[in-house]
């Protein structure tokens, strides 16, 4: 969870000298920053998490790092604590504010909007962040992470023109807040297809308990071929 220049840095040093490794950043890395923690009336346990916000700048240094290919993909490090009840244990000891923030729901959207619309990144980087790429660096891929004849159908429908408000009052989350609150964004999914089948049919839940399949994942660098020839016949 890349958040500052001087850790994307040290990723480009290291793959300029032909080291594999590779880099993952979150979107609140890339639009939130430290004066978030500053807020009044303890607002600011709402961004307690690990690694912490950074100072400004260094969003655009990200941003760069995702454009070059120095950083590869986008996490969101979910982990939701509910601001009344759980992260206002700490009000009297900031060590005892519950580290972690709700960022998942609103992933895709902030790296289109703040993206791809904004020329940061193109459209094709955009799949290829969010989806392509950490296929195959999770052994998953063709199985996973693109659009062919015989591998898994998992399509997210995502509509580039909606625009909207992030706000808990919306959000789906199990959460009483947001950490994006009042963040103007354009494009949101709609639906989610899950090896053929809707999961989100526009924007509500129509999955199957117990639909879900235990995924087999290569070896890093190594193609899957889990149930390859099995899927071509189907």
Excluded at 65 to 82: H, M, P, R, V
Excluded at 126 to 131: A, C, N, R
Aim: glycine fraction near 8%; proline fraction near 4%; include cysteine.
């Amino acid at each position: 969870h890349v958040s500052c220049a001087d850790a994307a840095r040290k990723i480009a040093e290291a793959r300029a000298k032909g080291i594999d490794v590779w880099g993952e950043t979150c979107p609140q890395y890339l639009v939130l920053d430290q004066s978030y923690l500053e807020r009044p009336n303890f607002e600011g346990a709402k961004y307690v998490w690990s690694p912490p916000l950074r100072e400004k700048w260094n969003q655009e240094v990200l941003w760069n790092a995702l454009k070059t290919g120095q950083l590869q993909t986008i996490g969101s490090d979910q982990c939701s604590f509910d601001f009344n009840g759980q992260k206002d244990l700490g009000r009297d000891d900031f060590s005892k504010i519950p580290n972690g923030g709700p960022i998942i729901e609103d992933r895709l959207s902030i790296l289109f909007s703040e993206g791809v619309k904004k020329g940061r990144i193109s459209l094709n980087q955009f799949v290829d962040i969010t989806s392509t790429r950490i296929a195959k660096l999770f052994g998953l891929y063709p199985k996973k992470g693109t659009i062919a004849v015989g591998v898994d159908a998992d399509v997210v429908i995502f509509d580039p023109t909606i625009e909207r408000v992030i706000s808990a009052e919306s959000h789906h989350m199990a959460v009483d807040y947001n950490a994006f609150e009042g963040m103007k964004v354009i494009g949101e999914p709609v639906s989610v297809l899950s090896r053929g089948e809707f999961v989100i049919r526009d924007k509500k839940f129509v999955g199957k308990i117990g639909s879900g399949q235990y995924l087999k994942r290569a070896k890093y660098g190594e193609r899957n071929h889990t149930n390859e020839s099995e899927s071509l016949t189907m």
